[in-house]
C-alpha cells in the first residue's frame, strides 16, 4: 500500500516538474515579433439596414384611461354630490389658504393651556401659529386634531360632477402632507 502511494506521488512530481521545462521563449517572441510587423486586417460585416418606422394611431384617447379609478354612479337622490358639504366661499381666506398643502411645513407642535397649537412654515418663511378649526391649504382643509407629530385636517373638494366630497390628509412633523382615504 506504501509502495502504491510512493508512485503515485513520484508520478504527480514528475508531471509538475515536466510543466517547469523550458518554454522556447525565443520561439515564443519571434511570432509576437511577426504579429506586430504584420497584424492583417480586421474583417467587419456591414450593419444592417434600419427598419422603417411606422407610427400606429390611437384611436383610445378619448376613452376612460385604465390607471384611472372608476368613478362611482352616482346615487338617485344625488346627482352631483352632497351639497351640504359645499364650502363658505363668502368666509374670509386665511393667510396659509393662499398655498398648496405640499408647500406647507409642520415646524413643530405645543401645548399652551391644554389646547394644542401647530407651527406651520410658509413658503415665504414666515412661520404660523394654528389652532383646531382653522384653515390651511387651497383646499379648503380645516384642521380637526394636532397632535405632538402631526396635523390632521378635512379638505373639502370638488367630486367632479358638480358636488363635494371630504378628503382626511395631515401634514407631519417628518415630511410634509400626505393624503388618506
Excluded at 510512493?6 to 522556447?24: E, Q
Excluded at 390611437?58 to 354612479?73: G, I, K, V
Excluded at 337622490?77 to 409642520?106: H, T
Excluded at 407629530?149 to 358636488?163: D, F, K, M
Amino acid at each position: 500500500m506504501k509502495s502504491r502511494l510512493a508512485r503515485g506521488g513520484g508520478l504527480l512530481l514528475l508531471v509538475g516538474l515536466a510543466g517547469c521545462s523550458d518554454p522556447d521563449i525565443a520561439g515564443l517572441d519571434r511570432q509576437l515579433a511577426e504579429i506586430r510587423a504584420n497584424p492583417g486586417r480586421l474583417e467587419l460585416s456591414a450593419l444592417p439596414d434600419t427598419p422603417k418606422y411606422v407610427a400606429i394611431p390611437y384611436a383610445q384617447a378619448d376613452r376612460r384611461s385604465p390607471f384611472m379609478a372608476r368613478l362611482p354612479e352616482p346615487e338617485a337622490g344625488l346627482v352631483g354630490g352632497s351639497e351640504e358639504l359645499a364650502p363658505d366661499m363668502a368666509r374670509p381666506k386665511e393667510p396659509l389658504e393662499l398655498y398648496p398643502l405640499e408647500r406647507l411645513a409642520l415646524v413643530g407642535t405645543l401645548s399652551v393651556g391644554g389646547q394644542p397649537s401647530a407651527l406651520v412654515r410658509a413658503p415665504d418663511g414666515e412661520v404660523h401659529r394654528l389652532r383646531n378649526g382653522n384653515y390651511m391649504g387651497t383646499d379648503f382643509g380645516r384642521i380637526v386634531s394636532i397632535t405632538e407629530a402631526s396635523v390632521q385636517l378635512v379638505e373639502v373638494v370638488p367630486n367632479g360632477r358638480g358636488g363635494w366630497i371630504e378628503r382626511v390628509r395631515s401634514l407631519s412633523l417628518n415630511g410634509g402632507g400626505r393624503q388618506r382615504g
